[in-house]
């Protein structure tokens, strides 16, 4: 079993839908989760950070963390074309972050 | 305040060269990591340096190495280097060392080798 794991899509949302971008991880001690965005050709962009179980909200994004089921989630309400990305989650076990795949969203008009 | 810079931006060599990469820190963040990005591996974790010392270091054979100087600014060294070097190599820099600490990258080393 990969450490994070992610679909890699693509995920095809409408311009103004919901996207819903889900990841599971292996290490049951980890307490934190990040979220990053990669543009392509650019470097990783943080997004999000959460650090307990439950919802955290900023802006148009929602991250979702369930520590039991280790599963944590990204949504993006209102999706727009520059949401058009790679989402990478990761997950910091013994210190170091261990990335998923990513999963590359298109939004379109 | 600066973003995390890196240098060169490019770079092209051919087999058995060694390469160094250097890297600048986010003002008053003195936790630098190091990661290589390609297409079949995705991110994947090289090592991490704290107050001048490797704090962490992923499954990389020995040709990678890397150092951190007082100033926090860091730099990588592949030695010998390998058609399967060729990737992205990203430094992300973080107030400290430890699991909670968000990680902010640099725009990345493009290192091609021919």
């Known amino acids: 079993q990969k450490e994070v794991e992610q679909n890699s899509g693509p995920l095809s949302v409408p311009e103004g839908a919901i996207a819903s971008l889900n990841c599971t991880y292996s290490d049951r001690v980890s307490q934190s989760f990040f979220w990053y965005r990669q543009y392509s050709g650019k470097s990783p962009e943080l997004i999000m950070s959460?650090?307990?179980?439950g919802d955290k909200e900023d802006g148009r994004f929602t991250a979702q963390l369930n520590k039991a089921s280790q599963y944590v989630s990204l949504l993006i309400r209102d999706s727009q074309p520059s949401d058009s990305a790679t989402y990478l989650c990761a997950v910091p076990p013994k210190g170091k972050l261990i990335f998923g795949q990513g999963t590359t969203l298109q939004v379109k008009p | 305040k600066a973003g995390v810079t890196q240098t060169p931006r490019y770079l092209i060599k051919t087999r058995g060269q060694q390469v160094t990469l250097s890297c600048s820190p986010i003002?008053?963040?003195?936790?630098v990591s190091w990661y290589q990005q390609t297409p079949g591996q995705g991110l994947q974790f090289l090592f991490e340096?704290?107050?001048?010392?490797?704090?962490n270091k992923g499954n990389f054979p020995g040709r990678f190495s890397g150092r951190q100087f007082s100033n926090s600014r860091s730099e990588m060294n592949v030695s010998t280097l390998e058609l399967g070097d060729s990737a992205l190599y990203l430094c992300?820099?973080?107030?400290?060392?430890?699991?909670?600490?968000?990680?902010?990258f640099g725009p990345g080393t493009r290192l091609t080798v021919l």
């Open positions: 959460i650090y307990s179980n």
């Open positions: 340096y704290f107050s001048e010392t490797q704090r």
């Open positions: 992300a820099s973080s107030l400290t060392s430890g699991r909670a600490n968000e990680q902010f």
């Open positions: 003002s008053g963040h003195r936790s």
